[in-house]
């Protein structure tokens, strides 16, 4: 069954907990660059774009497949934030604890 990331929706917020318009967010097979499908919708039909682009409010939606994922998120100027790296991502109910506790310690609320 897909497993939506964190809460469905994912915040990208930089180091001042400001949202990061135009927030790319890079998907790929774990411990690779080699991308990785997320979709649209929890039909797992649809592949969303790589990189997942965040709305104005540094939001994005996806669902993840099967398997385990690395993901790299990047300013709209390509500037790595790497709060955001997370690696060997499962789905399922873990997803939001594993990133929430990649992301939350130096991000702020981050998600």
Do not use: H
Not at 12 to 18: I, K, P
């Amino acid at each position: 069954m897909a497993a939506p990331f964190p809460g469905t929706v994912w915040t990208v917020n930089d180091s001042a907990g400001n949202p990061v318009s135009g927030a790319k967010i890079y998907t790929y097979e774990a411990g690779t660059l080699t991308a990785k499908a997320v979709y649209t919708s929890s039909a797992l039909t649809t592949a969303a774009s790589n990189p997942v682009i965040c709305d104005a409010s540094g939001r994005a939606q996806f669902f993840m497949g099967s398997g385990s994922y690395r993901f790299r998120v990047f300013d709209s100027s390509d500037v790595e934030l790497t709060a955001y790296a997370a690696d060997n991502i499962s789905g399922g109910d873990e997803v939001a604890a594993d990133l929430a506790s990649v992301a939350s310690a130096s991000v702020g609320s981050g998600m």
